[in-house]
């Protein structure tokens, strides 16, 4: 059952926190433009192994979907360092990137002013798209727009959300990590894919979050480095692929 399975509360699950992580992050990029904030997971190389994976997906056609254009979103941009190596790595792929549609979203207002600049000044032929919405929130206007994603990423999201306990009264009580994944549902067609990218939970651990809370169900997952202590094996980080089952 999902209520077995917790993370101790910390500062790092609060609005307050990451309000003021980012507002330090704008203030250092306000004074040097090459400045633009931490990229999390580095030490693991996750955020590389994230866009290796949809390169290979979408060269081998191995997708459910098949649209022309193809719209990303990324769930708790931060400094929106993900979408812009995206991008990146999509633009070199491709030779041009017109087919791809990049949105982020973060219930940090200062996160998105934060990535908006960044976009601004260093990306300024391309149009990302960067609005506020907190995913814990029944009637957020972000998801009630019902626009639909077909690749929506999560790179430490969830991870954030299960370090608050606090009971949500709008979802009869339930905490933030037992209500992501259906809220995360309303933003996806049947055949959308959601990478997640964790290094709170282990595979199983984060396959039960999520298919215990919703219709999603695994479709793929990326290999990592794996080792052993005590007879189990495991990584310190993982990322699944879900899809709407």
Not at 55 to 78: R, Y
Not at 92 to 109: A, C, L, Q, R, V
Not at 189 to 204: A, G, M, Q, R, Y
């Given at each position: 059952?999902t ?70 979103l990324?769930?708790?941009?931060g ?17 041009g ?47 009630i727009?019902g ?99």
């Amino acid at each position: 059952m999902t209520e077995e399975i917790r993370l101790n509360s910390s500062k790092l699950g609060t609005k307050e926190y990451w309000n003021q992580f980012y507002q330090v992050e704008k203030k250092n990029f306000e004074t040097n433009e090459d400045d633009t904030g931490e990229c999390w997971f580095d030490d693991s190389d996750a955020e590389s192994k994230m866009i290796s994976f949809i390169i290979d997906k979408l060269n081998d056609q191995e997708f459910p979907f098949h649209d022309e254009q193809i719209k990303f979103l990324d769930l708790g941009t931060g400094n929106g360092h993900l979408l812009f190596q995206l991008n990146e790595d999509l633009e070199e792929e491709y030779d041009g990137s017109e087919k791809f549609i990049f949105t982020g979203i973060d219930y940090s207002p200062d996160s998105v002013e934060f990535a908006a600049n960044i976009a601004k000044r260093k990306y300024e032929d391309i149009e990302f798209k960067f609005e506020q919405s907190d995913l814990l929130k029944s009637n957020d206007p972000f998801i009630i727009k019902g626009i639909k994603y077909n690749i929506l990423l999560d790179k430490g999201t969830l991870d954030a959300i299960a370090l608050n306990q606090d009971p949500i009264e709008e979802f009869n009580g339930k905490i933030g990590m037992e209500v992501y994944a259906s809220q995360i549902e309303r933003l996806m067609n049947k055949d959308s894919v959601l990478l997640i990218t964790s290094c709170n939970f282990t595979e199983s651990e984060l396959i039960t979050i999520i298919e215990n809370n919703s219709n999603l169900k695994v479709w793929d997952k990326i290999n990592y480095p794996s080792f052993e202590f005590g007879g189990i094996k495991g990584s310190t980080v993982c990322s699944i692929a879900f899809t709407i089952q």
